[in-house]
């Protein structure tokens, strides 16, 4: 059981918006950056969203991040087919000495 | 570009061993932590073990310490994961990564490898 907590689905069709959610504490979110990645089928985890609304180069400006005390989001614009996938936050925590996720939320495009 | 690759994933019974390697590239590896992280069939994300830029850190996942070592070998550009003892709730699909910016650690993982499945089973 991870010390984030997400909610487990998320759906949307083409061209709406959905946003993903990740709660903490104190201990983890309240206090550090959260990161976002994503994990779509056959490929490797892939870093989406970095320092709590950071872009790495090559994603697109419809993936956004936000956080606020001890939650974060992430929020995916014109959603698009290939988006389907599971979608990990991650922070560090005060009593764990390497990076902690989220148990993962699975979003599908109807 | 950057590449990790990893190997020596395999079906092992409980109780044995097997060494993970990470084939690095595209980047200056001692400079860089490096991770292994995990997912278990139907399961979420975990990370087991990590090393730090220079090897002078290495840290570890509960569920893991005193069974895995992690270790780094800069000139053949490779890490590695030795795990010892395992058990059927380490089967999973074991992943390395690094990080994102050097001389970091812990913080973001930038690159991920498609990862080496491990099966512990009689």
């Known amino acids: 059981q991870s010390v984030l907590t997400q909610t487990p689905s998320a759906s949307g069709t083409p061209g709406q918006r959905v946003t993903i959610f990740c709660f903490g504490s104190s201990s983890n979110i309240g206090r550090d950056t959260v990161h976002w990645y994503q994990c779509l089928p056959g490929t490797a985890p892939k870093l989406l969203i970095y320092n709590n609304n950071q872009r790495p180069s090559g994603v697109p400006d419809r993936f956004s991040g936000s956080k606020s005390g001890a939650s974060a989001s992430l929020t995916i614009s014109g959603l698009q087919f290939e988006d389907e996938g599971d979608y990990y936050c991650a922070t560090r925590d005060d009593f764990l000495d390497g990076p902690v996720f989220g148990g993962g939320t699975k979003l599908t495009v109807l | 570009q950057v590449q990790l690759v990893e190997s020596g994933g395999g079906v092992v019974p409980p109780g044995r061993s097997l060494r993970l390697s990470c084939a690095a590239s595209g980047f200056t590896f001692s400079t860089y932590s490096m991770h292994w992280v995990r997912q278990a069939p139907g399961k979420g994300l975990e990370w087991v073990a990590g090393?730090?830029?220079?090897?002078?850190?290495?840290f570890y996942a509960d569920s893991v310490k005193g069974r895995f070592t992690v270790s780094r070998d800069t000139s053949k550009n490779t890490l590695y994961l030795q795990m010892n003892n395992l058990r059927p709730g380490d089967t999973a699909v074991y992943h390395c990564?690094?990080?994102?910016?050097?001389?970091?650690?812990?913080?973001?993982?930038?690159?991920w490898g498609q990862g080496t499945p491990v099966t512990v089973s009689s």
């Open positions: 990564a690094k990080e994102k910016a050097s001389y970091r650690w812990g913080e973001v993982l930038g690159y």
């Open positions: 090393t730090s830029y220079d090897a002078g850190h290495k």
